[in-house]
C-alpha cells in the first residue's frame, strides 16, 4: 500500500463548528506531516509528526489542534476557524523527518463560512 | 533558509512539445524531490533526485548539487500534464526544514 488517505474530501463549516480531518497510511512511514495550501501558492508546513509525537509546530493557531493516535494516523481538529483558513489541507508522510520522499494524500478542500 | 526558485513561473505549451523546467537553490542540499500537482490539488510525486539523473517514461530529472540546480524535462507532452510543477528541497538535519518553491504553472494544449 503506497497511499495516503484523507477524509473527507470536502469539507464546508461555520465558524462555531468544530470538525476532524483524518489521515492514514500504512507505509510504515515514520514522519506525519500537515500542509496548507492557498490557491496559486505551494504548500505550507504546519504540524510534524515523528515517531507520534510532536515535532514541529509551525506557530499555527490554536484552533488547529493536531493528533497523532498511532502510527499509521494523522487528525487535525478544527474549531472557531475563520473564512481566512478556508484552504486545501494536505496531509504528507516520509520515512523519517527531514526526510523527502514525500506521499501526499489528495487533499481536503475546507471552506468556513 | 534555503531561498527555491523555479522558472518559468508559467509555461504554455501545444501539445507534443517538449520543455524544461528549472529549480534553483541557494544553499547545498542532499534532499531533492519534483511533484506534479494536477488541477485537481493532489500532489504527485515524480521523482526523489537529491542528485543525478532518473528517468521514468515521458519524463526525466537531473540535480547538479554542486551547482545548485535541477532541471525537468518532459517530453512529447500530453494534456494530462497540466498543473503545477513544485521542487521541494532540504538538508536533512533538525535546522532547515523542508522547503518548497514557488512552482511553474503548465498548460497543454491541444
Known amino acids: 500500500d503506497t497511499e495516503v488517505t484523507q477524509t473527507p474530501k470536502h469539507l464546508v463549516m461555520g465558524m462555531t463548528n468544530k470538525k476532524s480531518l483524518k489521515c492514514e497510511q500504512h507505509?510504515?512511514?515514520?514522519?506525519m506531516y500537515w500542509y496548507k495550501q492557498k490557491a496559486k501558492k505551494p504548500p505550507e508546513l504546519m504540524f510534524v509528526?515523528?515517531?507520534?509525537?510532536?515535532?514541529i509546530n509551525e506557530s499555527v493557531p490554536s484552533r488547529f489542534s493536531p493528533e497523532c493516535p498511532n502510527s499509521s494516523l494523522l487528525n487535525l481538529h478544527l474549531h472557531a476557524l475563520q473564512p481566512e483558513d478556508s484552504a486545501l489541507y494536505l496531509c504528507?508522510?516520509?520515512?523519517?523527518?527531514?526526510?523527502?520522499?514525500?506521499?501526499f494524500g489528495s487533499g481536503t478542500r475546507l471552506t468556513v463560512v | 533558509g534555503i531561498q527555491v526558485e523555479q522558472s518559468p513561473p508559467d509555461l504554455i505549451l501545444q501539445e507534443g512539445a517538449n520543455s524544461t523546467l528549472r529549480c534553483n537553490f541557494s544553499?547545498?542540499?542532499?534532499?531533492l524531490q519534483w511533484f506534479h500537482q494536477n488541477p485537481w490539488g493532489q500532489l504527485i510525486n515524480l521523482f526523489y533526485?537529491?542528485?543525478g539523473t532518473k528517468q521514468n517514461g515521458r519524463l526525466s530529472a537531473t540535480t547538479v548539487a554542486t551547482e545548485r540546480y535541477s532541471l525537468l524535462y518532459i517530453s512529447s507532452s500530453q494534456t494530462t500534464d497540466s498543473g503545477v510543477y513544485f521542487c521541494?528541497?532540504?538538508?536533512?538535519?533538525?535546522?532547515?526544514?523542508?522547503?518548497f518553491g514557488p512552482g511553474t504553472s503548465l498548460s497543454v494544449i491541444p
Open positions: 504528507a508522510s516520509s520515512q523519517e523527518e527531514y526526510l523527502l520522499g514525500y506521499t
Open positions: 507505509m510504515g512511514h515514520r514522519a
Open positions: 509528526y515523528s515517531y507520534e509525537k510532536l515535532s
Open positions: 544553499d547545498s542540499v542532499n534532499n
Open positions: 533526485i537529491p542528485s
Open positions: 521541494a528541497v532540504g538538508k536533512k538535519t533538525s535546522y532547515d526544514k523542508v522547503i
